[in-house]
Protein backbone atom coordinates (compact mmCIF):
# COMPACT_ATOMS: atom_id res chain seq x y z
CA UNK A 1 0.00 0.00 0.00
CA UNK A 2 1.34 2.95 -0.88
CA UNK A 3 0.09 6.95 -0.56
CA UNK A 4 -1.45 8.34 -3.69
CA UNK A 5 -2.39 11.76 -4.68
CA UNK A 6 -5.43 13.34 -5.82
CA UNK A 7 -6.21 16.00 -7.14
CA UNK A 8 -9.96 16.86 -5.55
CA UNK A 9 -10.97 19.80 -8.19
CA UNK A 10 -10.25 17.54 -11.23
CA UNK A 11 -13.76 15.60 -10.33
CA UNK A 12 -14.94 13.68 -13.10
CA UNK A 13 -17.99 15.26 -14.93
CA UNK A 14 -20.14 12.50 -14.44
CA UNK A 15 -20.34 12.87 -10.71
CA UNK A 16 -21.32 16.27 -11.35
CA UNK A 17 -24.48 15.29 -14.05
CA UNK A 18 -27.66 15.94 -13.42
CA UNK A 19 -28.67 12.38 -13.21
CA UNK A 20 -26.30 11.62 -10.97
CA UNK A 21 -27.23 14.66 -8.52
CA UNK A 22 -30.92 13.49 -9.04
CA UNK A 23 -29.58 9.84 -7.46
CA UNK A 24 -27.62 11.23 -5.14
CA UNK A 25 -30.62 13.19 -3.41
CA UNK A 26 -32.71 10.41 -3.55
CA UNK A 27 -30.13 8.03 -1.09
CA UNK A 28 -30.14 11.26 0.48
CA UNK A 29 -33.99 11.49 0.60
CA UNK A 30 -34.41 7.97 1.53
CA UNK A 31 -31.67 8.14 4.19
CA UNK A 32 -30.24 4.89 2.88
CA UNK A 33 -28.39 3.93 -0.30
CA UNK A 34 -31.14 2.36 -2.65
CA UNK A 35 -30.44 -0.51 -4.54
CA UNK A 36 -30.45 -1.33 -8.27
CA UNK A 37 -28.01 -0.68 -11.43
CA UNK A 38 -29.36 2.45 -11.94
CA UNK A 39 -27.79 3.70 -8.96
CA UNK A 40 -24.90 1.52 -9.16
CA UNK A 41 -24.42 2.28 -12.55
CA UNK A 42 -23.77 6.11 -11.59
CA UNK A 43 -20.22 5.29 -9.51
CA UNK A 44 -18.83 3.14 -12.43
CA UNK A 45 -19.48 5.73 -15.35
CA UNK A 46 -16.41 5.56 -17.87
CA UNK A 47 -14.89 8.56 -17.09
CA UNK A 48 -14.39 7.75 -13.36
CA UNK A 49 -13.39 4.45 -13.83
CA UNK A 50 -11.07 5.76 -16.67
CA UNK A 51 -9.91 8.70 -13.99
CA UNK A 52 -9.14 6.52 -11.36
CA UNK A 53 -7.33 3.47 -13.45
CA UNK A 54 -5.19 6.37 -14.63
CA UNK A 55 -5.11 7.82 -11.28
CA UNK A 56 -3.71 4.23 -9.47
CA UNK A 57 -1.69 2.92 -12.49
CA UNK A 58 -4.57 0.29 -12.79
CA UNK A 59 -3.30 -0.99 -9.22
CA UNK A 60 -5.39 -1.96 -6.29
CA UNK A 61 -4.77 0.88 -3.08
CA UNK A 62 -5.01 -1.77 -0.64
CA UNK A 63 -2.35 -4.26 -1.95
CA UNK A 64 -0.98 -2.81 -4.96
CA UNK A 65 -1.66 -6.07 -7.60
CA UNK A 66 -2.96 -4.99 -10.69
CA UNK A 67 -5.55 -7.43 -11.78
CA UNK A 68 -7.47 -7.71 -15.22
CA UNK A 69 -10.71 -6.95 -13.15
CA UNK A 70 -11.03 -3.45 -10.92
CA UNK A 71 -13.85 -2.20 -9.21
CA UNK A 72 -14.69 1.50 -8.20
CA UNK A 73 -14.98 1.09 -4.68
CA UNK A 74 -16.14 3.29 -1.51
CA UNK A 75 -13.54 3.96 0.62
CA UNK A 76 -16.73 4.94 3.01
CA UNK A 77 -18.90 2.36 2.69
CA UNK A 78 -22.32 3.54 0.82
CA UNK A 79 -24.15 1.53 3.18
CA UNK A 80 -23.85 3.40 5.96
CA UNK A 81 -22.64 6.71 3.76
CA UNK A 82 -24.99 6.55 1.18
CA UNK A 83 -24.54 10.46 0.50
CA UNK A 84 -20.79 9.66 -0.20
CA UNK A 85 -21.55 7.00 -2.76
CA UNK A 86 -20.95 9.18 -5.80
CA UNK A 87 -18.22 11.38 -4.04
CA UNK A 88 -14.74 12.13 -5.99
CA UNK A 89 -12.66 11.76 -2.33
CA UNK A 90 -14.87 8.57 -1.03
CA UNK A 91 -13.93 6.45 -4.75
CA UNK A 92 -10.99 4.85 -5.14
CA UNK A 93 -9.61 1.83 -6.89
CA UNK A 94 -9.29 -1.73 -5.39
CA UNK A 95 -9.04 -5.78 -6.95
CA UNK A 96 -12.23 -7.85 -6.23
CA UNK A 97 -10.05 -9.71 -3.24
CA UNK A 98 -9.72 -6.67 -1.32
CA UNK A 99 -13.21 -5.12 -2.13
CA UNK A 100 -15.02 -8.13 -0.45
CA UNK A 101 -12.46 -8.58 1.88
CA UNK A 102 -13.15 -4.98 3.39
CA UNK A 103 -17.23 -5.25 2.12
CA UNK A 104 -18.99 -2.92 4.69
CA UNK A 105 -16.83 -2.85 7.45
CA UNK A 106 -15.62 0.99 8.46
CA UNK A 107 -14.13 0.80 11.86
CA UNK A 108 -13.98 4.36 13.57
CA UNK A 109 -12.41 5.90 17.10
CA UNK A 110 -14.58 8.73 16.74
CA UNK A 111 -17.55 10.19 16.63
CA UNK A 112 -19.90 8.83 13.05
CA UNK A 113 -20.17 11.81 10.63
CA UNK A 114 -23.92 12.42 9.33
CA UNK A 115 -25.35 13.47 6.05
CA UNK A 116 -25.06 17.04 5.55
CA UNK A 117 -27.92 19.28 4.44
CA UNK A 118 -25.94 21.12 2.52
CA UNK A 119 -24.01 18.95 -0.61
CA UNK A 120 -22.28 21.88 -2.11
CA UNK A 121 -18.79 20.12 -0.71
CA UNK A 122 -19.99 16.37 -1.31
CA UNK A 123 -16.74 16.04 -3.32
CA UNK A 124 -14.32 16.86 -0.45
CA UNK A 125 -15.80 15.89 2.64
CA UNK A 126 -13.30 12.96 3.71
CA UNK A 127 -10.50 15.43 5.13
CA UNK A 128 -12.82 16.21 7.69
CA UNK A 129 -14.51 12.74 8.71
CA UNK A 130 -11.06 11.96 8.59
CA UNK A 131 -10.36 13.91 11.40
CA UNK A 132 -13.59 13.54 13.14
CA UNK A 133 -14.30 9.85 12.59
CA UNK A 134 -10.65 8.88 13.39
CA UNK A 135 -11.32 6.03 10.95
CA UNK A 136 -8.89 3.33 11.86
CA UNK A 137 -8.38 2.07 7.88
CA UNK A 138 -5.73 4.47 6.20
CA UNK A 139 -7.22 6.61 3.26
CA UNK A 140 -4.39 5.82 0.91
CA UNK A 141 -5.23 9.50 -0.67
CA UNK A 142 -4.97 11.50 3.10
CA UNK A 143 -1.94 10.54 4.79
CA UNK A 144 1.73 10.49 3.27
CA UNK A 145 4.58 8.09 3.16
CA UNK A 146 1.86 5.18 4.13
CA UNK A 147 4.56 2.53 2.78
CA UNK A 148 7.09 3.23 5.40
CA UNK A 149 4.60 1.71 8.30
CA UNK A 150 4.61 -1.74 6.93
CA UNK A 151 7.05 -4.55 7.45
CA UNK A 152 7.66 -7.54 5.75
CA UNK A 153 9.75 -10.70 5.08
CA UNK A 154 11.09 -12.92 2.62
CA UNK A 155 8.61 -14.92 1.97
CA UNK A 156 6.67 -11.78 1.06
CA UNK A 157 4.00 -11.48 4.74
CA UNK A 158 2.95 -8.18 5.26
CA UNK A 159 2.53 -6.51 9.08
CA UNK A 160 2.86 -3.43 10.74
CA UNK A 161 3.51 -2.42 14.22
CA UNK A 162 1.16 1.07 13.56
CA UNK A 163 -2.46 0.15 15.21
CA UNK A 164 -4.29 1.64 12.14
CA UNK A 165 -2.11 0.20 9.19
CA UNK A 166 -2.29 -3.52 11.11
CA UNK A 167 -6.05 -3.16 10.59
CA UNK A 168 -5.98 -2.07 7.06
CA UNK A 169 -3.86 -5.03 6.60
CA UNK A 170 -6.24 -7.44 8.34
CA UNK A 171 -9.51 -6.12 7.12
CA UNK A 172 -8.42 -6.13 3.23
CA UNK A 173 -6.60 -9.75 3.90
CA UNK A 174 -3.56 -8.40 2.86
CA UNK A 175 -1.29 -10.70 3.85
CA UNK A 176 -3.72 -13.72 2.19
CA UNK A 177 -1.38 -16.35 0.56
CA UNK A 178 -1.62 -14.94 -2.89
CA UNK A 179 -0.48 -11.75 -2.46
CA UNK A 180 2.19 -13.83 -0.25
CA UNK A 181 3.43 -15.36 -3.21
CA UNK A 182 3.03 -12.98 -5.74
CA UNK A 183 5.34 -10.62 -3.52
CA UNK A 184 7.48 -13.17 -3.26
CA UNK A 185 8.38 -13.80 -6.51
CA UNK A 186 9.45 -10.19 -7.38
CA UNK A 187 12.02 -10.98 -4.67
CA UNK A 188 13.47 -14.28 -5.66
CA UNK A 189 13.65 -13.03 -9.41
CA UNK A 190 16.08 -10.04 -8.29
CA UNK A 191 17.92 -12.90 -6.20
CA UNK A 192 18.15 -15.20 -8.92
CA UNK A 193 19.79 -12.60 -11.59
CA UNK A 194 21.99 -11.66 -8.29
CA UNK A 195 23.53 -15.45 -7.91
CA UNK A 196 23.48 -16.07 -11.75
CA UNK A 197 26.28 -12.70 -11.67
CA UNK A 198 28.16 -14.05 -8.46
CA UNK A 199 28.13 -17.57 -10.07
CA UNK A 200 29.44 -16.02 -13.64
CA UNK A 201 31.95 -13.52 -12.57
CA UNK A 202 33.07 -15.64 -9.13
CA UNK A 203 36.29 -15.06 -10.26
CA UNK A 204 36.20 -11.30 -11.61
CA UNK A 205 35.38 -9.19 -8.51
CA UNK A 206 35.38 -5.81 -10.58
CA UNK A 207 32.88 -7.37 -13.22
CA UNK A 208 30.93 -8.83 -10.79
CA UNK A 209 30.99 -5.52 -8.74
CA UNK A 210 29.78 -3.51 -12.07
CA UNK A 211 26.81 -6.26 -12.54
CA UNK A 212 25.97 -6.20 -9.33
CA UNK A 213 25.68 -1.96 -9.58
CA UNK A 214 23.56 -2.15 -12.84
CA UNK A 215 21.36 -5.06 -11.27
CA UNK A 216 20.57 -2.49 -8.30
CA UNK A 217 20.54 0.66 -10.27
CA UNK A 218 17.53 -1.73 -12.85
CA UNK A 219 15.92 -2.62 -9.68
CA UNK A 220 15.36 0.71 -8.44
CA UNK A 221 14.34 2.51 -11.73
CA UNK A 222 11.94 -0.13 -11.44
CA UNK A 223 11.07 0.87 -7.82
CA UNK A 224 10.44 4.24 -8.89
CA UNK A 225 7.90 3.64 -11.78
CA UNK A 226 4.68 4.15 -10.32
CA UNK A 227 2.98 1.26 -13.22
CA UNK A 228 4.66 -1.49 -11.62
CA UNK A 229 3.36 -3.66 -8.58
CA UNK A 230 4.28 -3.96 -4.92
CA UNK A 231 6.14 -0.22 -4.86
CA UNK A 232 5.87 -0.84 -1.25
CA UNK A 233 7.51 -4.41 -1.11
CA UNK A 234 10.51 -3.16 -3.73
CA UNK A 235 11.07 -0.06 -1.67
CA UNK A 236 11.41 -2.33 1.53
CA UNK A 237 13.47 -4.72 -0.19
CA UNK A 238 15.84 -2.18 -0.85
CA UNK A 239 15.59 -0.31 1.99
CA UNK A 240 16.20 -3.34 4.79
CA UNK A 241 17.35 -6.50 2.77
CA UNK A 242 19.28 -5.10 -0.23
CA UNK A 243 22.50 -5.27 2.01
CA UNK A 244 21.70 -8.95 3.13
CA UNK A 245 21.38 -10.03 -0.38
CA UNK A 246 24.25 -8.99 -2.20
CA UNK A 247 26.29 -9.74 0.64
ZN1 LIG B 1 -6.27 -5.60 -3.69
Not at 68 to 87: I, M
Not at 188 to 211: A, T, V
Amino acid sequence: MISIKKDLTAIPSSLNSNLTNQRRNEHIAASQYLKGSKYDSRYKMKDIKKALYDLYYGKCAFCEYAPSESHVEHFRPKDSYWWLAYSWDNLIFACPKCNKAKNNTFGIKGAKATCPTDTSNIHKLAKNYNSIELNQLIHPEFELNIHLTLQFQQDGSISSTDTRMQYTVDLCKLDREDLRDKRKTVLDDFMEKINDRKFQYQNEPLKLKESLRNLIRDFIRETNNPKNTFIAWRKYIIQHLLATIIA
